[in-house]
C-alpha cells in the first residue's frame, strides 16, 4: 500500500524513524540543559538581577513600551493594508501608465532595507520618531502585501472573471464581489505572516529613541545599579513578542474558520426533483 508521495515504512523503517526521534528529543533536551547550566553557572539567576523587575517604575516602563509598541504595529498595519490594497489596484489596472508607476514604487520599497527607510524619513526629513517609524514599515510592509494581493487575485480562476463579465458586471464589481472574496481566504497565512514581520520590524524604534518595548528593556540591561541584567531582559522581552506574534497567528486561524462556517460561503446541497416542480417556464411538470 502506497501513498502519493511516499511509500508506508515497514517495521524496520518505523524502528528506524522511533531511534531518530528519540535521538533527537535526547540531543534537544541536552542542549536545553547545558544552557540552562550556563546560564546559572554566570550568575544570571542571582536575585540583584531580577529585583528591577519588582519595582513599580520598572514595570510602569515596560508597560509604557509595550504600549507604544502595540501603538505602532497598529497604525503601521492599517496603513500597510491600505497601502497593500491601493499599490495592488494600480498594479492591476488597464492604465499603463498607472501601472508602471505603481510597479516602480513597489519594486524599489520592497528592494530599499527597512531600517534604511526608517533612518531616511527621521533624520533627513526630520520626523517624529513615530511617524517616522510608522511611515518606514508603512512603506516596507505595504510593498510586499502589494504583490500578495495582486498575486493572490490573479491566483483565482480564470474562468470567474470571464463568467463575471458575460453577466454584465463592471470590473469593480468583479473585483469586489467576485475576485477579492475567494482570493482573501488564499492570501490570509501570508498576510499575517507579514503583519508579524511588521511587529517584529517595531523594534527598530529604539534605534531613533522611540520608546517601544525593546527601547524600555535596552534602559533596563543598561544600568549598573541592577549589574547590568542583560539576560533576564531578554527572557522577559522575548516571551512577550513571541506571544504577540502567536495571537496573531490564533487570530488568522480563528478567522479562516469563521469564513469556512459562513453561510455565505458554504456550499448549497440542492434536493432532487420531484414531480409537479415547476420547471424554468412557470408550468407545472406533468406527474408520471
Known amino acids: 500500500m502506497t501513498t502519493a508521495l511516499y511509500d508506508v515504512p515497514g517495521p524496520r523503517t ?17 542542549l536545553i540543559g547545558w544552557i540552562i547550566y550556563l546560564l546559572f553557572d554566570t550568575g544570571q539567576f542571582v536575585a ?23 501603538k505602532a504595529f497598529g497604525l503601521a498595519a492599517v496603513l500597510s493594508l491600505a497601502l497593500g490594497a491601493v499599490l495592488a ?13 505603481c510597479t516602480l514604487l513597489v519594486e524599489f520599497f520592497r528592494a530599499m532595507p527597512v531600517l534604511v527607510m526608517i533612518f531616511f524619513i527621521y533624520v533627513a526629513l526630520k520626523v517624529e520618531p513615530l511617524p517616522a517609524l510608522v511611515a518606514g514599515l508603512t512603506l516596507y510592509n505595504g ?27 463592471r470590473k469593480t464589481q468583479v473585483m469586489t464581489h467576485v475576485l477579492v472574496p475567494q482570493a482573501v481566504r488564499a492570501m490570509l497565512p501570508t498576510i499575517i ?14 534605534l531613533i529613541t522611540y520608546e517601544e518595548f525593546l527601547h524600555a528593556g535596552k534602559l533596563i540591561a543598561s544600568n549598573l545599579d541592577y549589574d547590568l541584567p542583560f539576560i533576564p531582559v ?50 407545472k411538470r406533468p406527474a408520471g
Open 89 to 101: 489596484a494600480g498594479r492591476l489596472s488597464e492604465y499603463r501608465v498607472l501601472r508602471w508607476v
Open 193 to 206: 505572516s507579514q503583519l508579524v514581520v511588521a511587529l517584529k520590524d517595531t523594534s527598530l524604534g529604539f
Open 234 to 283: 531578554v527572557m522577559v522581552i522575548s516571551p512577550i513578542y513571541i506571544g504577540m506574534c502567536m495571537l496573531l497567528s490564533w487570530l488568522a486561524n480563528w478567522v479562516s474558520r469563521r469564513q469556512k462556517r459562513n453561510p455565505k460561503v458554504e456550499a448549497t446541497d440542492v434536493g432532487a426533483p420531484e414531480p409537479g416542480s415547476l420547471l424554468p417556464g412557470g408550468h
Open 48 to 70: 540583584e538581577k531580577w529585583t528591577p523587575f519588582t519595582y513599580q517604575g520598572i514595570q510602569d516602563l515596560l508597560l509604557k513600551g509595550l504600549g507604544n509598541t502595540l
Open 143 to 169: 510593498s510586499v502585501l502589494a504583490e500578495v494581493f495582486r498575486t493572490g487575485v490573479n491566483s483565482v480562476d480564470r474562468g470567474q472573471r470571464e463568467a463575471s463579465y458575460a453577466l454584465g458586471m
Open 14 to 30: 518505523k524502528r528506524r524513524h522511533l531511534f531518530y526521534g528519540l535521538a533527537s528529543t535526547v540531543v534537544i533536551l541536552a
